[in-house]
């Protein structure tokens, strides 16, 4: 994992705004080369599934399973802007569990506005777990490859705070949307790191741009992988120990009474042997 991490540790103010709003912007994430060289990366593999899928030119592209589809995506996963925020909120016994990209082309001029898809993530998690509210679990981190410093753009939308609710009410007109939606504005290179709890939805793209967003979902080693996970090609060619942890990598199983080994979690060690033994992580 590369030293520059140490550049983009999570900040108290950063901790309290996530734990307070349920997200966090961290602007200027990627630099624009290298939005550029994603966005060139994902097009063709856009075009193939947008083929496969038979959708048509204005709806949305979902893909799961992305970070296999191209090595450009690989460094993303403990990318030094983004990844010390993650591990600093959820600590160092986490793996990736899930990645995807949505492109949202505009829509046509005629189409009708309506309430958004508003959702927690990890589905049957919020039905089978029964506190209030439900514990974090995970969390994701949204590289966004297109403007969406306006809103209409597609935007991200959260209810800032709902984390902490396991359930909202909604206005009685089905066309309404919740009173506190916000769009999150951000541009080509900025990235959002979002609770899962939160209550989010992608919004409505009525402006001439795609919109295009690479999302990465980190959660404890004991979750079940939202999607395949299809990185044996790049688990045989990785040496980087925490890179390794990140893919699923577990040489000695799971996580059972005297586990996790060191070996199986060298993102603690990483932590401690730069941070020291006091950083508080979780
Ligand atoms: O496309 C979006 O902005 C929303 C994505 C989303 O809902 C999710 O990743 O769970």
């Known amino acids: 994992m590369s030293s520059q991490s140490m550049q983009h540790l999570l900040t108290k103010s950063e901790r309290d705004a996530f734990n307070r709003d349920g997200f966090l912007v961290v602007p200027g994430a990627l630099e624009p080369d290298h ?106 981190v949204g590289f966004f490859l297109s403007d969406a410093s306006q809103p209409d753009r597609g935007n991200f939308h959260v209810i800032p705070g709902s ?56 959660a404890y080693r004991w979750l079940k992988p939202r999607d395949d996970m299809t990185v044996e090609h790049y688990l045989a060619r990785t040496e980087d120990p925490v890179r390794r942890q990140l893919l699923g990598a577990s040489p000695n199983g799971g996580f059972g009474f005297t586990s996790p080994a060191e070996e199986d979690v060298p993102l603690k060690a990483w932590i401690r042997d730069h941070i020291g033994k006091d950083a508080v992580v979780p």
Request: hydrophobic share 35%.
């Open 35 to 140: 939005v550029d060289q994603l966005v060139t990366a994902l097009d063709p593999i856009e075009a193939k599934y947008r083929q496969e899928s038979g959708l048509k030119p204005y709806q949305e592209l979902n893909r799961l399973d992305v970070i296999g589809e191209d090595d450009s995506l690989l460094e993303l996963i403990d990318w030094p802007t983004t990844f010390p925020k993650v591990w600093g909120i959820l600590g160092w016994h986490i793996a990736l569990y899930h990645s995807h990209y949505i492109s949202k082309p505009p829509l046509p001029r005629h189409y009708e506005k309506r309430r958004l898809g508003w959702h927690q993530d990890s589905g049957r998690l919020n039905v089978d777990i029964e506190t209030e509210p439900r514990p974090r679990i995970s969390l994701k």
């Open 163 to 218: 984390h902490l609710r396991n359930s909202i009410d909604f206005p009685d007109d089905p066309k309404q949307d919740h009173p506190d939606a916000v769009p999150v504005l951000v541009k080509p290179g900025d990235a959002v790191l979002f609770d899962r709890r939160i209550w989010h939805a992608g919004g409505q793209n009525c402006s001439e741009v795609t919109r295009k967003v690479l999302f990465f979902g980190y």
